[in-house]
């Protein structure tokens, strides 16, 4: 195997034997093929366009789930895999089969089909995955393009849950998945990166309207860290429709929801915020579930990434179910919904009612809730804030959290900063500082939780608002610096999406890119400015001196 697609992969160059998330070689292999198939289905859904077959939109669809599926942390179970893999083999295969004898032989190779037994699947891949391109530069620039587009599968799969989709998005994606098989000259292969971000954009903005047009805008918002007297029911993951509909289905259950992660900023939703079982958030990053999971006592919902392999003193295997893009081979998956009708949660429900009540592991709250909509409703306050000199910079310090010690330097920024700065997160990167006692500036708290990593749009929205408010030319005038933690592949499309926004000094750790070529850096260096970064003590001179 070979995959460098995670912040933490082994050695800071690629896993090779075990994936550091716990993924096993045959598992990389598939989903090594998945990608291979997503591209095949790419170039022939861009061919048949050339003749008048337009299967953008199912294409889009099909590719979107299968790409979400390999995206770190999100599945790990080999037969699902396989499922995938012979879903994605029919579908080319009805594609090949309608463009018929106008596809071009040199295209042939896309539209492959695989024997349908394990061993030939194993086969292929190794000679299919990243190691494929020999050009180690060839190779970076298109692995930054491939792990955009499992960012952008990610969000667009949300949007498209809750009935958002549009046929442009499905048809960029299509054009980056396909120019990766292309031989591109340099320049061109570093626009379709720059193309990839602009769609990433396109994408959480499609998916910030299906949030908040069925949710409710966020609201600031104190949650619960602490826990109540009923058996619960733990949801991590992203996807707010899984989490809507469970507590639905709970009503009146005599049973508790409580939110993990990512899944923190379902709080701060008015639709959601209005079921009394909702009882507030558990724990902390995704990490840590392994101790989260096990001191819950209650059942465990994964929706999506990050799940992570149980340890072998850990007991909650039997309490853990999953649905969507994730799998793991010793949980219960609920099945997708049929006809758009709400997924059957009776067995996790059913399994929590049979639970103990979860332990106290803290008390107290946190506040979010500072999407761009009520930002921009305190916008006079803060613009007074910044005129008067209250506000000296904002930090975006968005993105993720991960297992590496190193990640310490994030909570020791937040605690060092100026008391004349806010920090602007979204992402599960807020759990480093955000129940620290940072206080606030005027009324206003120095840390503005926007929500989840998908939030970062909403992010970019302040910044352009604030750009037009003090009648700047671009957001890089602004009082604005990013030091941005990262660790998967929906991290990369929100990076790609900041440099096709123009964005410039980003400071980006704990460690950079494995796939980001020396290279490639040079390029996004010289263009973009983005660094890596120092020490804590050094990056917050530079920052609040504008560098």
């Not at 860290?225 to 619960?232: E, M, Q, S």
């Not at 761009?372 to 209250?390: C, F, R, W």
């Not at 096709?500 to 950079?512: A, N």
């Amino acid at each position: 195997m070979f995959c460098f697609q995670c912040q933490e992969t082994a050695r800071g160059t690629g896993c090779t034997v075990r994936g550091v998330c716990g993924k096993e070689e045959q598992t990389a292999n598939l989903q090594d093929l998945i990608i291979f198939h997503c591209k095949g289905i790419a170039v022939l859904t861009k061919a048949g366009k050339s003749y008048g077959i337009d299967k953008v939109e199912d294409a889009g669809r099909i590719i979107t789930h299968a790409l979400f599926t390999t995206i770190t942390n999100a599945n790990f179970n080999d037969t699902a895999l396989i499922d995938c893999i012979k879903q994605l083999q029919m579908f080319k295969s009805e594609l090949k089969s309608e463009i018929g004898a106008k596809l071009p032989t040199d295209l042939h190779d896309a539209a492959t089909y695989i024997n349908d037994n394990v061993s030939s699947f194993q086969d292929k891949a190794k000679t299919v995955g990243i190691l494929a391109t020999e050009n180690e530069d060839v190779r970076s620039l298109r692995e930054t393009v491939v792990f955009g587009c499992k960012g952008i599968s990610a969000y667009a799969h949300h949007a498209a849950m809750l009935g958002f989709e549009k046929k442009e998005v499905y048809d960029q994606l299509i054009e980056s998945m396909a120019s990766v098989t292309e031989e591109l000259a340099v320049d061109e292969m570093v626009a379709m990166v720059l193309k990839t971000g602009e769609n990433a954009v396109a994408t959480m903005a499609i998916l910030d309207e299906a949030n908040t047009t069925t949710y409710g805008h966020p609201e600031i918002s104190e949650v619960n860290i602490g826990v109540g007297t009923n058996p619960g029911i733990l949801v991590s993951g992203h996807d707010l429709r899984d989490l809507h509909e469970l507590l639905i289905q709970t009503e009146g259950q005599g049973v508790d929801i409580y939110t993990h992660s990512e899944m923190l900023p379902a709080n701060y939703y008015p639709k959601l915020k209005q079921f009394s079982h909702l009882k507030g958030n558990y724990g902390s990053s995704w990490w840590h579930q392994n101790k989260d999971f096990e001191t819950f006592n209650g059942a465990i919902l994964m929706t999506t990434n990050c799940v992570i392999p149980i340890k072998q003193n850990n007991s909650y295997a039997d309490r853990l179910f999953t649905t969507g893009a994730v799998g793991y081979p010793e949980a219960v998956h609920i099945p997708d919904r049929q006809d758009n009708a709400a997924k059957d949660f009776s067995a996790l429900i059913a399994k929590a009612k049979q639970c103990q009540t979860p332990e106290e592991i803290e008390t107290g709250t946190i506040v979010g809730g500072f999407g761009h909509n009520q930002v921009l409703a305190l916008a006079d306050k803060v613009i007074e804030a910044v005129k008067s000199g209250a506000i000296k910079r904002f930090i975006v310090m968005a993105g993720c959290d991960g297992r590496m010690k190193s990640r310490s330097y994030f909570t020791e920024v937040a605690e060092n900063l100026p008391k004349d700065t806010v920090i602007l997160t979204a992402g599960c990167a807020k759990y480093r500082y955000n129940k620290l006692d940072l206080g606030d500036i005027g009324g206003i708290p120095r840390v503005l939780d926007a929500g989840q990593c998908n939030d970062c749009y909403s992010l970019a929205v302040i910044a352009m608002k604030l750009r037009d408010a003090f009648g700047l030319e671009h957001i890089n005038e602004l009082p604005l610096s990013f030091d941005i933690g990262w660790y998967e592949q929906k991290a990369a499309a929100v990076l790609l999406a900041l440099l096709s926004l123009g964005v410039k000094g980003i400071r980006l750790g704990p460690t950079l890119p494995a796939f980001i070529s020396p290279t490639v850096l040079k390029v996004l260096v010289d263009n973009f400015d983005i660094k890596g970064i120092t020490t804590p003590e050094e990056d917050i001179a530079a920052m609040m001196a504008g560098n």
